[in-house]
């Protein structure tokens, strides 16, 4: 038998390849304070501490809670406490629907999860035996906020502030979304499905049905003033789909099992 994958059975049909992002996520952090040293750097040299240790830290991270809740009560936010399993795209898709402005934020979500954290272990000098705050790296299931908003340009988005200290964050874009966004300011008519934005062309009636992708043929209708197929008056009109094309026949041998006669 002649083997082969799927990629090289479909490697001479496919005719025309679209790529393009679904989902995009754009780390947010200082690098320097991604490392213990980084971050004994940044209390000594830059805050001017004696000693670095991360109680220091503490402070820094109620004062930008602080802020996030003034945040959140300055304009009147709704907070979202997610449950463990939760799915958050579902959360925001049910906000939405109910969301009103061209762009804003439509609501913020708390969540515990891990996250690199600092800690500060006692070690002792090998000289004197006195102890000292030494700062190690670490893990520790803290508060994240996300900030979920809607861009204009973009769609649909959010913003992941972890609540502790180097305070990391991840911004999510779907590409989806954006090419929705650009089909409508140009005019164009689609049907969103769970992965893919089928196109129709300009007048086509909201009652045509559309297929998945898998489909050979698709059928839509334009407006016209002849036999009308719904309320809005239209005829349907098939989209043929390319022909198909004939694959190279796979030829299979196998051995007998029988013993030969000779």
């Known amino acids: 038998m002649i083997a082969q994958t799927v990629a090289e059975l479909l490697a001479d049909h496919v005719r025309l390849t679209v790529e393009g992002i679904d989902r995009m996520y754009l780390n947010v952090y200082v690098p320097r304070l991604q490392c213990a040293y980084g971050a004994v750097s940044f209390f000594r040299d830059h805050r001017g501490q004696p000693l670095a240790s991360s109680a220091l830290m503490s ?24 449950r463990k399993g939760q799915r958050k795209d579902d959360v925001m898709a049910e906000r939405l629907r109910a969301f009103r402005l061209k762009e804003g934020v439509v609501f913020v979500g708390k969540a515990q999860e891990k996250a690199p954290v600092f800690r500060t272990e006692k ?41 502790y ?26 049907q969103a499905l769970d992965n893919s934005l089928p196109r129709r062309r ?61």
């Open 202 to 262: 300009p007048g086509v009636c909201s009652a045509a049905p559309i297929p998945s992708g898998f489909s050979r043929s698709a059928t839509a209708c334009r407006l016209r003033r002849s036999t009308a197929c719904c309320a809005s008056g239209c005829t349907f009109s098939p989209i043929r789909s390319p022909p198909r094309i004939k694959r190279p026949a796979i030829t299979t041998t196998s051995q007998s099992s029988r013993p030969s006669s000779r």
């Open 165 to 190: 200290f180097p305070y990391n964050a991840k911004l999510c874009l779907n590409g989806h979304e954006y090419a929705k966004r650009q089909l409508e300011r140009q005019g164009i008519v689609y």
């Open 123 to 163: 070690r002792h000098s090998p000289r004197t035996g006195r102890p000292y705050p030494w700062i190690v790296k670490s893990t520790a299931m803290v508060n994240h906020y996300y900030i979920y908003a809607v861009d204009d340009d973009f769609g649909p988005f959010f913003l992941k502030f972890c609540s």
């Open 59 to 82: 402070p820094i991270s109620r004062r930008f809670v602080a802020e996030l809740d003034r945040f959140i009560a300055r304009h009147q936010l709704p907070v979202v406490l997610f």
